[in-house]
C-alpha cells in the first residue's frame, strides 16, 4: 500500500526523533498494510536527503501537441504500412 503525504510526515519525524527501523514502523502501524521494503526505500531516503519529498524533476516527462509531432504521428504509417505507435506512446500527448 502506498504512503499517504501524512504517513510520510509521521515516518520522517519517529524515524529522525526517535531512531524508528523498519520493522519497528511495520509493528507499530501494522493496519496500514506496508511492504517492508518500500518503508526500507522510504528511510534511506529520508536518511540521505533529510526529506520525503520527491526530487524535481523526477515525474514522467510530457510531450507537447505540436503540429510537427502529429505529423510525424499521422505520416508513421507511410513507410511501414501494417505498423502502429503504441497507445502507451501516443498517450503522452498532451494537446489543448
Not at 81 to 93: D, F
Amino acid at each position: 500500500m502506498a504512503f499517504t503525504e501524512k504517513d510520510k510526515i509521521s515516518i520522517k519525524v519517529l524515524r529522525q526523533e526517535h531512531g524508528y527501523g523498519a520493522k519497528r514502523f511495520l509493528k507499530k502501524f501494522s493496519n496500514k498494510g506496508w511492504c517492508l521494503s518500500s518503508v526500507i526505500k522510504l528511510l534511506k531516503k529520508i536518511d540521505e536527503t533529510g526529506t520525503v519529498e520527491r526530487k524535481p524533476g523526477s515525474s514522467k516527462k510530457r510531450m507537447t501537441c505540436t503540429v510537427e509531432l502529429v505529423e510525424r504521428l499521422v505520416l508513421s504509417h507511410e513507410n511501414a504500412p501494417g505498423t502502429h505507435k503504441t497507445v502507451a506512446y501516443t498517450s503522452t500527448v498532451v494537446c489543448p
